[in-house]
C-alpha cells in the first residue's frame, strides 16, 4: 500500500545498525495523500517476526506545502513495537514563511509546538516542552503542521523523525497527571488572579516556576497558565501546587486557531484547535470545553495587529450564548466593544482580564504587562477550581485594569438572583466603590451611560431605583471606574427581568 499526496515525497532512511541485530526495518519511500485515510507503506515495519527493535532510525520528509482553504496538513510515519524515544526535527526553510509544529500519536494528541524551532523530543518518562511523555504505541503516527503563515511560494519543509531504542532525555518523575487541588481557603470572598500567561511550555521565555513565583510575589490567589493548545504544562502542576500551597493553580490551555484566541478555563483535555482542517469546526471546540466542565473565553477579540499576532483578532462566527466570558482587557490591549456587541447579542459573557505575560514580568515591551496585570477578581465561596468557575459563571467578576490593589467596586440588584440575573418588577441597583480615590463612577444600561457621579471618600456607595422592562425581555447593567479618561475597573453586567 502507498500513502500518495501531491507535489511531496517522503523517503525514510537507512536504518542504524547496532551489533547483534537490526530493527528490522527495510529502506523504502513512501508517498501519501494527506487527508486520506492512513495505511502503512512499508508491511514488514511492524512485522510480528520483525527482532527487536535496536538502535535508530531517521525518517526524512522533504516537499512543498499543500495549497488549498486548510490551514494544517499531516507527514505520517509509523512507529514499530519497541521504539522508546521519538524525536521530531523541523525547518520551514524560510526567513518569511511560519509554520506551526505538532503531533499526534494512533490514540490522539502527543504535543503541539506551535512555531518553537527547537526539535521535539519525547518518551515514556520525559518530553521535551510542550510534549506529553507517556507510553510509545506501535502504529501511524503524525507530524501536524499548521500554515500559519504563507508569504513565500512555493512554501517548503524539511521533517527529520528519529525513532530511538534507547531515550535520551533524563527522566521527569515530577510530572503527573493532573487532578484538581482540593480548597485552599474556604469563606466567601473576592479572590484575585490572573487567566492568561505563557512559560516555556508554549512560547513563554520563562519556566512554570518563574511564573508562579511572580504570581505568588504579586499577592494573587490563583492563576491559570494559558498554553497555547497544548496541556503539556498540566503534568507539572501537582508538583508545583505542593511547593506554592498559597496560590491555586487553574487547569486550562489557549485554545489558538488562525481565527481567533480563546481560553479554555478548567479544562486538562485537549481541545481540537485545528478548524477547517479534516471537518473541525470552532463550535465543536466550545462544545468540547464545556463538556470538560470548563468555561470558553474568548481572548483579546480586538487585537488586530496581522502577522505580529497570528489570529489574535477574533474572526469566527459563533452562537453568542455559547460563549462564557470575554478578556476585555489584555495587557494594554482592550476587548471591551467586543464584549458589549456580545451582549447586546444575547451573551451573558463574564468580564475578565489576562496579562497574557510571556516573561515573567522581565518584559520592558510598552505593550505587555506583568502577570496580575490586569488583575481578575472572582467572588466565589472557596478558592478551589469549581469555586472560581461557580463564580464566573453567575457573573461575578471585576477587572482592575492597573492590577492589584487598584479600585474596587462591588454591584448588584435587589431582588431574587439567580446566577447573573435579578428577577424583580422594580429593583435597587447599589454599586459600593472602594479605594478609587478622585474618580467617577460610570453607570450603563444596555451599553448606553445610565448615571455619572463623582466619587468621593475610601468607600462610595451609588443607589438608584430602576424598573424590569416588559415583555419577558432584559436589561442589563455594569460599572466602571474612571479616572481622567482611564478606565481602572469594569465589573461585570447583572441582568435584570421582571420578577417570575
Request: a negative charge.
Given at each position: 500500500m502507498q500513502f500518495r499526496r501531491r507535489n511531496s515525497r517522503v523517503s525514510v532512511g537507512p536504518i542504524q545498525r547496532l551489533a547483534g541485530g537490526t530493527a528490522g526495518m527495510q529502506f523504502c519511500h513512501i508517498a501519501f495523500v494527506v487527508s486520506a485515510l492512513l495505511s502503512t507503506a512499508c508491511s514488514d515495519v511492524a512485522s510480528p517476526d520483525a527482532p527487536p527493535f535496536k538502535g535508530e532510525v531517521v525518517l526524512r520528509f522533504e516537499g512543498e506545502v499543500p495549497d488549498g482553504e486548510e490551514r494544517h496538513f499531516f507527514l505520517p510515519f509509523e512507529v514499530p513495537p519497541g521504539v522508546a524515544e521519538i524525536e521530531i526535527r523541523h525547518d520551514d526553510l524560510s526567513a518569511r514563511n511560519i509554520l506551526d509544529w505538532g503531533l499526534d500519536d494512533p490514540n490522539g494528541f502527543r504535543g503541539w509546538g506551535g512555531g518553537k524551532g527547537d526539535p521535539a523530543i519525547l518518551g515514556r518518562e520525559a518530553a521535551s516542552y510542550s510534549y506529553l511523555p507517556g507510553e510509545i504505541p506501535a502504529g501511524i503516527w503524525e507530524v501536524v503542521v499548521g500554515k500559519a503563515l504563507i508569504e513565500e511560494h512555493p512554501a517548503r519543509y524539511a521533517v527529520e523523525v528519529v525513532l530511538r531504542a534507547t531515550p535520551t532525555l533524563t527522566p521527569q518523575p515530577m510530572r503527573r497527571p493532573y487532578l484538581s487541588s482540593p480548597a485552599l481557603e474556604t469563606g466567601a470572598r473576592w479572590y484575585a488572579g490572573d487567566f492568561h500567561m505563557h512559560s516555556l511550555e508554549s512560547d513563554g521565555s520563562r519556566s512554570l516556576e518563574e511564573v508562579v513565583a511572580l504570581a505568588e510575589r504579586r499577592g494573587l490567589d490563583f492563576l491559570m497558565v494559558s498554553e497555547h493548545n497544548t496541556t503539556s504544562h498540566l503534568s507539572f502542576y501537582a508538583d508545583?501546587?505542593?511547593?506554592?500551597?498559597?496560590?491555586?493553580?487553574?487547569?486550562?490551555?489557549?485554545?489558538?486557531?488562525?481565527?481567533?484566541?480563546?481560553?479554555?478555563?478548567?479544562?486538562?483535555?485537549?481541545?481540537?484547535?485545528?478548524?477547517?482542517?479534516?471537518?473541525?469546526?470552532?463550535?465543536?471546540?466550545?462544545?468540547?470545553?464545556?463538556?470538560?466542565?470548563?468555561?470558553?473565553?474568548?481572548?483579546?477579540?480586538?487585537?488586530?495587529?496581522?502577522?505580529?499576532?497570528?489570529?489574535?483578532?477574533?474572526?469566527?462566527?459563533?452562537?453568542?450564548?455559547?460563549?462564557?466570558?470575554?478578556?476585555?482587557?489584555?495587557?494594554?490591549?482592550?476587548?471591551?466593544?467586543?464584549?458589549?456587541?456580545?451582549?447586546?447579542?444575547?451573551?451573558?459573557?463574564?468580564?475578565?482580564?489576562?496579562?497574557?505575560?510571556h516573561n515573567a514580568g522581565t518584559s520592558t515591551s510598552p505593550i505587555s504587562t506583568a502577570i496580575g496585570t490586569p488583575t481578575t477578581l472572582v467572588y466565589a465561596r472557596e478558592l478551589s477550581v469549581a469555586g472560581l468557575l461557580a463564580g464566573l459563571r453567575e457573573g461575578r467578576s471585576v477587572v482592575q485594569f492597573q492590577g492589584p490593589g487598584g479600585p474596587m467596586l462591588v454591584a448588584d440588584l435587589s431582588g431574587e438572583r439567580l446566577g447573573d440575573t435579578v428577577h424583580a418588577d422594580r429593583s435597587t441597583l447599589s454599586v459600593e466603590v472602594i479605594d478609587a480615590g478622585a474618580t467617577t463612577l460610570n453607570v450603563y444600561r444596555n451599553g448606553i451611560l445610565f448615571d455619572r457621579v463623582v466619587v468621593e471618600g475610601s468607600v462610595f456607595t451609588y443607589r438608584s431605583e430602576v424598573e424590569a422592562p416588559s415583555g419577558g425581555t432584559e436589561d442589563r447593567f455594569h460599572f466602571e471606574v474612571v479616572r481622567a479618561g482611564d478606565v481602572l475597573a469594569v465589573a461585570s453586567h447583572v441582568w435584570l427581568r421582571a420578577s417570575r
Open positions: 508545583l501546587q505542593a511547593r506554592h500551597p498559597g496560590i491555586l493553580l487553574i487547569p486550562g490551555i489557549e485554545v489558538t486557531t488562525y481565527a481567533g484566541h480563546a481560553n479554555a478555563i478548567g479544562v486538562n483535555g485537549f481541545v481540537e484547535h485545528r478548524t477547517g482542517t479534516r471537518g473541525a469546526k470552532i463550535e465543536e471546540a466550545i462544545e468540547s470545553v464545556h463538556r470538560q466542565g470548563g468555561l470558553f473565553s474568548i481572548n483579546h477579540p480586538q487585537m488586530n495587529l496581522g502577522s505580529l499576532c497570528i489570529g489574535c483578532g477574533w474572526q469566527h462566527e459563533v452562537d453568542p450564548q455559547t460563549i462564557d466570558a470575554v478578556e476585555i482587557r489584555n495587557a494594554v490591549f482592550n476587548g471591551f466593544d467586543f464584549w458589549q456587541e456580545l451582549a447586546a447579542a444575547g451573551s451573558h459573557a463574564a468580564a475578565i482580564g489576562g496579562s497574557d505575560d
